[in-house]
């Protein structure tokens, strides 16, 4: 049991809490958007802020400590504060950290989509105090500087040192206000009123010049002891000493244990000291050690100061580590590794890190890990396995796969099979591998993954890449595919893995035929909290719709996936979104659209160096030529050596469309001989469906029905139909063999309904349906443009009757010909009205 003090003393009044009014005043007074309290430790800055806030309406309060430098704490401390305040952040901001590999790496995208949503609920004050925790922490500098561009907030900053964002420019044009040591020292009222009539501290109250941190320990000192004269830059500490001495020795004990704990809340206190927590913290604030009026507060210089004691004592290794150990079992990852750092403790590195790595990395904490790693690191030792894990971790999700390989190579040796982490060192050389298209190690590296889980969420991941991985490498995934099947009802996460394994996995063997694994997935869909699993989803189905020329089910998916694209600004998934949106447009024949998302992707490539996107694009780009009567142009489109790191079936694909370029051209044995290529590259069916397209095209312009009859077969075998339509679209020949042969003439009929080809169709005799009233053919104001147009207007007029610019109209015009698939104002006009009259027919 804690006991009471050793000796009775006579002190003078005392307050829990010093009141500075005068201050408050001075705050109120401050109209600057950003109010700084910039002093040394001790200097009531703390206090001072949280008696201001009670006064305030709309604030924020953030109490930064070290592991603030972490952009994920401190984004969830501000989410969950505008939440607290009815705004609602806190589950936006969570995926949006999510949709980010590191999310450290993108601190100020982060801080962009927190700025907006606390400008949302209308935050009047976002006060962070002790933001000197966060000098270390560039990135979460650099976010309260986006913050302050971007947001009508006011801001309190109490910082022991000036931020770098405060510039000497934003203090002249009255930005920011602050208030220094001069000011927040105690005045001379202020000392009388704490410390009443005290003549045996006169000597201390005079160095001290008004250091609100030693007066107020002071203030407990006991008046009968003899004063020594202590220098002055050891005033906190000597006073410290004092008091600490004058405690009972198991107070003392108690105190330094409180120092180690990783937080002062009532649950934590209470865990350790048991039914002696209330006693502790009686003596704790009587002895001026413990403040805080709703929460236990232990003033930084204090701890260290406590923290310093510890060092001192012979049991100090045993009580460090049992708190270390504590920390582990309260999952307080920060207070343990703080531990470690503080101690030197180095032999817990590795045992730390195999309690602390998985969660810290599923929250997406890497500057948390990161930084710890590189304080490690500095040791003139070799870094310990547990360490390089986090360093691979680290280059896996900034993207530079090469060191993570080197590094997750070198830790295999060193990590026994049953170590926490060896799992992930082995998922990570997987991911690595994978994405640089080296799928025969991808898969040796998941599959110890798989032999190496500890838990399920490590073996989800493992049987996730493992069967990407042989399917995208083009080996049998059955049992792979398999193990995901039968984990996919565990979590939503789960499902929609399934969805996107089977779905691939379909393309490399028996092809897209109905039932499709889509339906239960995307019930599930918003369930799913993790932005880039919801696009993977929607990605592989929009693209898998559109390999069955069902475009207008795809444009569906597009659409989520723009959704997340654009909320979550998912750069990596912005090549693949602009790609899939001109592939689903070129089977609508927005041709338009599809140069324009081409741009995109060409842009991003040129910015981001992604050649697997640049490849796509060239590819899809020739086809677009091709359909829009330019073969020549499409073969020197085509006619690029696809010398790139990228996945074989793309190769594939390149080598493919290259010979329905060439089948068009008529160029047959070249042709022929490039289809061939492209069947012995790959096992994947798009591909096979465009060599097979090439093959039917030249044997159209030869006048034989076996290879277009062959073509309609394989399409109604693999459900794979957008390569006949290209073919259709850029040789008539074909298309008039399809139509003139009895035993393709209703699949081409259909073809052409599903996908609106009425042009076709009336040129190949075939009566065709459309589902699609005109309404939702033209949008609003294509439809006013086509009217203006059927009154005989001119561009420069129908500019001038909408009030838009004359290449505005003309634009409007070519989407109108391009979706009514016409060449002339003419034939828009009287296809316009056709499809008025019939509704339905055309």
């Known amino acids: 049991m804690l006991a009471g003090r050793q000796q009775s003393r006579t002190v003078g009044p005392r307050r829990r809490i010093i009141e500075r009014p005068r201050l408050i005043a001075a705050l109120d007074g401050i109209d600057a958007q950003t109010i700084l309290l910039v002093a040394p430790a001790g200097y009531g800055k703390t206090t001072l802020a949280r008696q201001w806030a009670r006064t305030l309406t709309g604030a924020i309060w953030v109490g930064a400590t070290s592991a603030h430098r972490d952009v994920v704490t401190f984004s969830e401390d501000v989410a969950n504060g505008v939440d607290a305040l009815g705004g609602d952040a806190a589950k936006f901001i969570g995926e949006f950290m999510r949709a980010r590999s590191n999310p450290q790496r993108a601190a100020r995208e982060i801080a962009g989509a927190l700025a907006a949503r606390v400008e949302q609920a209308h935050v009047q004050w976002l006060i962070i105090d002790d933001y000197h925790e966060l000098a270390e922490a560039p990135e979460v500098d650099e976010m309260v500087a986006v913050l302050r561009e971007r947001v009508s907030t006011r801001f309190l900053v109490a910082a022991r040192a000036k931020p770098q964002w405060a510039t000497a420019r934003d203090a002249v044009y009255g930005q920011i206000e602050e208030i220094g040591t001069d000011e927040l020292a105690m005045t001379p009222d202020e000392i009388d009123e704490l410390l009443g009539r005290r003549p045996d501290l006169e000597a201390l109250i005079e160095r001290a010049q008004g250091w609100p941190a030693v007066l107020a320990l002071a203030a407990g000192l006991d008046s009968a ?57 009686d003596q704790a604030q009587a002895l001026g050690f413990a403040g805080g009026d709703e929460q236990l507060d232990l003033h930084p210089l204090l701890r260290e100061f406590l923290l310093t004691k510890l060092a001192d004592e012979p049991d100090a290794d045993a009580r460090v580590r049992d ?153 049998d995934a059955s049992a792979a595919i398999a193990e995901v099947v039968r984990d996919r009802h565990k979590s939503p996460h789960h499902l929609l893995r399934f969805a996107v394994a089977e779905l691939t996995r379909r393309r490399f063997a028996e092809g897209l035929r109905d039932p499709l694994p889509i339906h239960e997935a995307l019930h599930a869909l918003h369930q799913v909290e993790d932005p880039r699993a919801r696009t993977s989803f929607t990605y592989t189905v929009a693209n898998t719709l559109a390999q069955r020329a069902e475009y207008h089910r795809a444009e569906q998916f597009l659409e989520l996936l723009a959704t997340d694209v654009k909320s979550f600004d998912l750069e990596f998934a912005a090549p693949y979104f602009h790609w899939t949106s001109a592939f689903i447009s070129l089977g609508l024949r927005r041709f338009g659209e599809v140069d324009r998302s081409l741009r995109a992707v060409e842009e991003l490539v040129a910015q981001r160096q992604h050649p ?159 589902t699609r009233p005109v309404s939702e053919l033209l949008s609003p104001r294509e439809l006013e443009v086509l009217g203006l147009v059927a009154r005989g207007l001119r561009n420069r007029e129908i500019a001038a009757a909408l009030y838009i610019a004359e290449s505005t109209a003309k634009v409007h015009m070519r989407h109108v010909r391009e979706k009514l698939n016409v060449r002339t104002r003419a034939e828009a006009v009287a296809a316009y009205a056709r499809l008025r009259e019939t509704g339905t027919e055309d």
């Open 225 to 281: 002891a003899p004063r020594e004269d202590p220098v002055p830059g050891m005033l906190h500490q000597y006073v410290a000493e004092e008091l600490f001495q004058s405690a009972a020795p198991e107070v003392r004990d108690a105190l330094m244990a409180l120092a180690l704990l990783p937080d002062f809340r009532a649950a934590t206190i209470a865990q350790r000291f048991g039914g002696d927590a209330g006693l502790l913290l």
């Open 323 to 475: 708190a270390v150990a504590a920390a582990l079992d309260a999952e307080a990852w920060d207070g343990a590794l703080e531990l470690v750092l503080r101690f030197n403790l180095s032999d817990l590195v590795d045992p730390v890190l195999q309690r602390a790595f998985k969660p810290l990395v599923r929250s997406g904490r890497l500057g948390t890990l990161s930084s710890f790693a590189s304080r490690i690191r500095q040791s003139p030792a070799f870094p310990l396995p547990a360490v390089d894990v986090v360093e691979a971790e680290v280059a896996l999700r900034d993207g530079q796969f090469d060191l993570a390989i080197e590094l997750a190579r070198r830790i295999q040796p060193n990590l026994a099979n049953n170590h926490p982490l060896k799992s992930r060192s082995n998922a990570v050389l997987g991911q690595s591998e994978f994405f640089v298209a080296e799928f025969g190690e991808a898969q040796e590296a998941f599959k110890l993954a798989r032999e190496t889980a500890l838990d399920d969420a490590d073996v989800g991941e493992a049987l996730f890449g493992l069967a990407c991985a042989k399917v995208l490498g083009e080996e």
């Open 612 to 770: 697997s996107h640049a490849l796509n694009a060239r590819i899809l780009r020739a086809r677009l030529l091709l359909q829009t009567g330019e073969p020549d142009e499409a073969l020197a489109q085509i006619q690029v050596p696809a010398y790139l790191p990228v996945v074989q079936s793309w190769r594939a694909e390149h080598v493919a469309t290259e010979a329905l370029v060439l089948a068009c051209l008529g160029l047959s044995e070249r042709a022929a001989k490039a289809a061939s290529l492209a069947d012995t590259m790959t096992r994947c069916v798009e591909v096979k469906m465009l060599a097979a397209a090439a093959r039917a095209v030249t044997g159209a312009r030869s006048g034989t029905t076996d290879e277009p009859t062959s073509l309609i077969s394989h399409a109604e075998r693999l459900a794979i139909w957008d390569p006949v339509l290209c073919a259709v679209r850029s040789s008539p020949e074909l298309a008039e063999v399809l139509a003139a042969t009895d035993a393709t003439r209703p699949a081409l009929k259909q073809l052409y309904e599903q996908t609106g080809e009425h042009a076709l169709a009336r040129r190949a005799g075939l009566k065709t349906r459309t």
